[in-house]
């Protein structure tokens, strides 16, 4: 048994006599960071936060604050893999080490921590998750914001997995505005209600021909444009370009915000009209830049 299933096992067993309500959220916590400090794990004291990251932060000029959850993608928590439909290259250029994660060991370390809270409870990490989404709407409204939530910052988990008392997170906050990225294609064509809205991501695999189905159904589909400089890196985001079409489909720009719900209304584009959301690849490493171009995850502008 690994360090990281016996950290799953105790942290199960610690919370068996806690109620997993939001209101509990303070004493899940403090059993949770016990039995992780004991293990040499980081101690995280949320597992999410508002407007957490650059991109995230764009929304402030939509006048919406959203609620993020950042865990260890795939399977690098070593206990869990929450990305199940990752490919190599969306591995290899994976924002798990981008921004502050590339030279903060500090945040990646509190991402497998609460990686391995969800893994040995799903039930109390949904209570602590939910408590959060509360105190974040309060503040949106406080503000004078509108308020959304994405789930999965760097995951891939349908939001039908979170539940408290048996309800799943979309049917907890009926009035709160859910949106994902997802690789799971069933997830798209599922009808998980009015406030949830999933735009599915390009991946190494996914044919021409796939991608134009998902479009013609009216979808959206965010892939990775790679501009490279004249040494064959990934140019930096500020100086990249996006094409205005591939494959026939408009591409509008997804890095003015994280906002997916809102493309449609500011692109105007009609209802029933698939599009491509353009997303400038992110510089990594040359070597995860060169796999993410070998697999076809990347494409060259």
């Not at 003015?256 to 449609?264: E, F, G, K």
Request: proline content about 4%.
């Amino acid at each position: 048994m690994t360090i990281e299933q016996k950290t799953v096992w105790e942290l199960r067993r610690s919370l068996q006599h806690i109620e997993p309500a939001p209101g509990n959220r303070a004493e899940i916590l403090r059993a949770v960071n016990a039995v992780l400090g004991r293990y040499g794990f980081s101690t995280p004291q949320n597992i999410g936060g508002v407007n957490q990251s650059a991109k995230i932060e764009k929304g402030a000029k939509f006048n919406v604050l959203t609620y993020i959850a950042y865990l260890a993608p795939s399977d690098m928590s070593g206990a869990v893999n929450v990305c199940p439909a990752a490919s190599e290259g969306c591995r290899a250029a994976c924002l798990f080490n981008s921004g502050r994660a590339s030279f903060d060991d500090k945040v990646n370390a509190a991402r497998i921590s609460r990686t391995l809270f969800y893994a040995s409870s799903r039930s109390h990490f949904s209570a602590v998750l939910f408590r959060e989404i509360m105190t974040a709407r309060k503040k949106a409204e406080k503000a004078g914001a509108d308020f959304a939530v994405r789930i999965n910052g760097t995951s891939d988990i349908s939001p039908k997995a979170f539940k408290v008392y048996g309800v799943d997170a979309l049917n907890f906050f009926p009035d709160v505005k859910f949106y994902d990225y997802t690789k799971v294609i069933g997830r798209v064509r599922a009808a998980y209600g009015p406030n949830y809205s999933v735009t599915v991501s390009w991946v190494d695999g996914m044919t021409l021909e796939d991608m134009r189905s998902i479009l013609a159904a009216g979808y959206s589909v965010a892939v990775p444009f790679a501009d490279l400089d004249k040494n064959g890196r990934i140019k930096v985001a500020k100086s990249a370009r996006l094409p205005e079409t591939f494959q026939g489909y408009r591409v509008i720009d997804g890095d003015i915000s994280d906002l997916r719900y809102l493309d449609r209304a500011y692109f105007e584009i009609p209802d029933g009209v698939g599009f491509i959301v353009g997303l400038r690849a992110k510089r990594t490493t040359k070597a995860a830049e060169s796999v993410a171009l070998d697999s076809g995850f990347f494409i060259p502008v």
